[in-house]
Every structure is written in structure tokens, then in C-alpha cells.
């Protein structure tokens, strides 16, 4: 956890047609970020959904 509040360490991508991605949110956990992805997939549009994980600096 660092000092300047809640850790937020899954993203939800979006991902179009063309390749480009773009994050629509993060989320403390992945069970979060995955229903949030999921309520997107099924809106039926041509977007592909990812849940990634935020690196960690090595230290």
C-alpha cells in the first residue's frame, strides 16, 4: 500500500477494432475489474474487454 491512499491494481481495457487500447477504469480487485468487464462485454458492441494487472516497480 503506499501513502497517498488505496492501491488500485487491475485495469480494465478496452481494445477496438484497430488495435488501440484504452483504459476504462481500475480496481482493487480482480473479481471487480472482471464483473465490470463483463457487464461491458454484453452491451453486444464490437469492443474487446481485458483485465490487466499494474506492474511493479522492482525494488
Known amino acids: ?3 497517498g491512499g488505496a492501491v488500485l491494481p487491475w485495469l ?3 481494445q477496438d477494432e484497430g488495435g488501440n487500447r ?3 477504469g481500475r480496481y482493487a480487485t480482480r473479481a ?3 464483473r465490470v468487464a463483463d457487464g461491458l462485454d454484453t452491451r453486444g458492441d464490437q469492443q474487446l474487454y481485458v483485465v490487466e494487472r499494474v506492474g511493479r516497480a522492482a525494488g
Open 12 to 14: 480494465v481495457i478496452r
Open 22 to 24: 484504452y483504459r476504462v
Open 32 to 34: 471487480e475489474a472482471e
Open 1 to 3: 500500500m503506499t501513502d
